[in-house]
């Protein structure tokens, strides 16, 4: 990918990441568990984290271009860090999870949760927009089929973008969903893949949809995405032979499982 980056690390308690941000602008989001992230320029972060992706927003910490950073977790955990090559350094700064903006898209089976922690227009970055979306298990999501590989002032803006996948479990068995991505005047990515936690799927073009979460398995992905275009803005074109299904979510409900974490749990 030539702008989005991903690095997805698992820490031991005690064990220190040092990280060089070179030319690319960088967030690190706690998956599971806190950190502390430490730029020699400023503050040190102190990021609370969260025991699992399924379990509501989290804290993050943006670290600018042109330097270097170390995290550290005192009881280890898993941590992402997204980022974007991108010309213009901003200040480090700390991102609360009560900011954090969370939307639940669609309706029905189509029905998904987005946490907008770094989407455009809700956190200053120059280059780098970011989301979590979290899907029960048997929906579709990114659905309809959609892509931003052209530039249409107004109407699409031109991103690259990663997926990077954590599946919940069934008991003893692994979770796993599925990915598909097709052709675009545009491009020529053609992929149906099988993705379980800790894959990663690199969508530099196409019309992207559905992720599709196997029944009794929620899934969870992060998007990190970043492009060329002067304006930092995430505008979609669905394909035109799927668009219709929004116009059936007015009269249906959002899936009552969501949002996450869901009251059962956040009872328990």
């Not at 706690?30 to 609370?48: I, K, N, Q, T, V």
């Not at 455009?120 to 089929?145: H, K, M, Q």
């Not at 995430?234 to 949002?259: E, F, N, Q, S």
Request: aromatic letters at 8%.
């Amino acid at each position: 990918m030539e702008l989005t980056r991903l690095r997805v690390l698992e820490l031991a308690p005690g064990e220190t990441y040092a990280h060089d941000c070179g030319d690319a602008e960088w967030i690190v989001l706690p998956l599971s568990g806190g950190c502390r992230a430490r730029c020699p320029d400023a503050e040190a972060f102190e990021l609370r984290g969260r025991p699992g992706v399924f379990d509501g927003p989290t804290d993050f910490a943006y670290l600018p271009r042109d330097g270097r950073a170390e995290v550290t977790s005192a009881r280890g955990g898993r941590f992402a860090l997204a980022g974007a090559r991108c010309g213009n350094r901003l200040p480090a700064r700390y991102g609360p999870a009560g900011a954090v903006p969370v939307e639940l898209r669609g309706a029905g089976t189509c029905s998904r949760q987005v946490n907008n922690f770094a989407a455009a227009g809700v956190f200053p970055c120059d280059r780098l927009i970011a989301v979590e979306v979290l899907t029960p298990g048997g929906n579709w999501s990114s659905y309809p089929p959609h892509k931003h590989d052209e530039h249409h002032p107004g109407e699409e803006s031109r991103l690259e973008e990663i997926y990077f996948y954590e599946i919940a479990p069934h008991g003893d068995v692994p979770g796993l969903g599925y990915q598909r991505v097709s052709p675009s005047p545009a491009g020529k990515t053609d992929l149906l893949t099988e993705v379980r936690s800790g894959d990663t799927v690199l969508i530099p073009d196409g019309w992207h949809g559905p992720s599709i979460a196997a029944p009794g398995h929620d899934m969870y992905y992060l998007n990190v995405m970043a492009g060329p275009d002067a304006a930092r803005e995430w505008l979609i074109r669905d394909h035109p032979d799927h668009g219709w299904i929004r116009d059936t979510w007015a009269d249906a409900a959002v899936d009552p499982r969501l949002p996450f974490p869901r009251r059962t749990e956040a009872r328990a």
